[in-house]
């Protein structure tokens, strides 16, 4: 199946700092790319949607000028904490879908970012 | 708006039969998915349903009523390692949206 990754997999940063995480689809091209926060023992919430080449869409509640995501490639999709405070400690999830499917993502591990 | 209802814990004993119910209000709702997760881990995708009725995936099957707005997934045979969270999630305008998941555990 497809495979995508994330990069760190796990990541401690101080407050004030920030902080970016990767995500890539290892065997196929990404046409869109999704980023989802999970607390602990709570659901996946999706923050944000991101084609490859436009500006990235926001769910409602999420700050973009606090996340910001950039989709540079068809395979390559960047998530930036910037000015982390220990509320953003979290478990940072992508997915991809690709061209050839109308409705399946494949999910990264996930990033655990703490922040102290 | 929108609204993903499922239990938030259940206990089932191994080689048992149990089912996770699943309710949804949603807007531009195009289909229903269930997935796993495993503490700490991603979600693994375990079936989508597009169409009203059940589909069989192995031990996992999943049902749909669209009119009911209404899913459940059923797990037979319980292994221990089905332990985990599962969860129930609308593709709303070609997005995932997920519930917040039902905790299974399983007894020996």
């Known amino acids: 199946g497809a495979v995508v990754s994330q990069h760190p997999s796990r990541v401690i940063c101080k407050s004030g700092t920030s902080v970016k995480i990767e995500c890539r689809s290892l065997?196929?091209?990404?046409?869109?790319m999704f980023w989802y926060r999970q607390f602990p023992k709570k659901s996946l919430m999706l923050m944000a949607t991101?084609?490859?080449?436009?500006?990235?869409?926001?769910e409602q509640g999420v700050e973009k000028d606090k996340f910001l995501i950039n989709h540079a490639s068809l395979t390559l999709s960047t998530l930036t904490v910037t000015s982390a405070h220990p509320e953003d400690s979290s478990f940072y999830i992508c997915?991809?879908?690709?061209?050839?499917?109308?409705?399946?993502?494949?999910f990264g591990p996930g990033t655990r970012l703490t922040v102290t | 708006g929108q609204n993903i209802d499922q239990p938030t814990e259940m206990t089932a004993t191994e080689g048992a039969i149990v089912q996770i119910n699943c309710t949804y209000q949603?807007?531009?709702?195009?289909?229903l998915f269930w997935y796993q997760q495993h503490a700490g881990e991603a979600p693994t995708f375990l079936s989508y349903?597009?169409?009203?009725g059940l589909e069989e995936k192995g031990r996992f099957s999943s049902f749909l009523s669209r009119s009911k707005g209404y899913s459940y997934l059923l797990l037979k045979e319980l292994q221990m390692k089905d332990s985990a969270s599962y969860l129930c999630?609308?593709?709303?305008?070609?997005?995932?949206?997920f519930g917040k998941g039902t905790r299974l555990h399983i007894l020996p």
């Open positions: 997915s991809a879908r690709g061209v050839q499917s109308a409705y399946e993502q494949y």
């Open positions: 065997d196929f091209q990404a046409t869109t």
């Open positions: 991101s084609n490859e080449g436009s500006k990235a869409t926001y």
């Open positions: 949603t807007s531009g709702f195009n289909g």
């Open positions: 349903n597009v169409l009203d």
């Open positions: 999630a609308c593709n709303r305008d070609d997005k995932i949206i």
